[in-house]
Nanobody
Framework: QVQVVESGGSLVQAGGSLRLSCTAS????????MGWFRQAPGKEREGVAG???????NYADSVKGRFTISQDNAKNTLYLQMNNLKPEDTAVYYC?????????????????WGQGTQVTVAS
């Protein structure tokens, strides 16, 4: 049974930093493509960053240069380092996993999802 669990969300001031973590179990982590998504109230879920099983990354334009996705295969853990946070980054952040060797940073591509973690950036 695949389980995906996010952690690390919090309230932070604009300009601050947070690191989100996502632990995945029940799957061969190093063979999976992983992604971070977010959903703000009243908005559709959007892709933030993704990494395929070869380590190739992709970012939404809105977070390029501020967010970094990485993974530790030994710990089955995915990270999202978020720097220079802005109020518009406020959302519930979700981790997602898919058995694939490539990445499409769209919600429909991913089969396994966590419950989400709240990130709130105060101005």
């Amino acid at each position: 049974q695949v389980q995906v669990v996010e952690s690390g969300g919090s309230l932070v001031q604009a300009g601050g930093s947070l690191r989100l973590s996502c632990t995945a179990s029940g799957l061969p982590f190093h063979d999976y493509t992983m992604g971070w998504f977010r959903q703000a109230p009243g908005k559709e879920r959007e892709g933030v960053a993704g990494i395929d099983s070869k380590g190739t990354t992709n970012y939404a334009d809105s977070v390029k240069g501020r967010f970094t996705i990485s993974q530790d295969n030994a710990k089955n853990t995915l990270y999202l380092q978020m720097n220079n946070l802005k109020p518009e980054d406020t959302a519930v952040y979700y981790c997602a996993a898919e058995s694939s060797t490539y990445l499409l940073l769209t919600p429909e591509f991913f089969s396994y999802w966590g419950q989400g973690t709240q990130v709130t950036v105060a101005s």
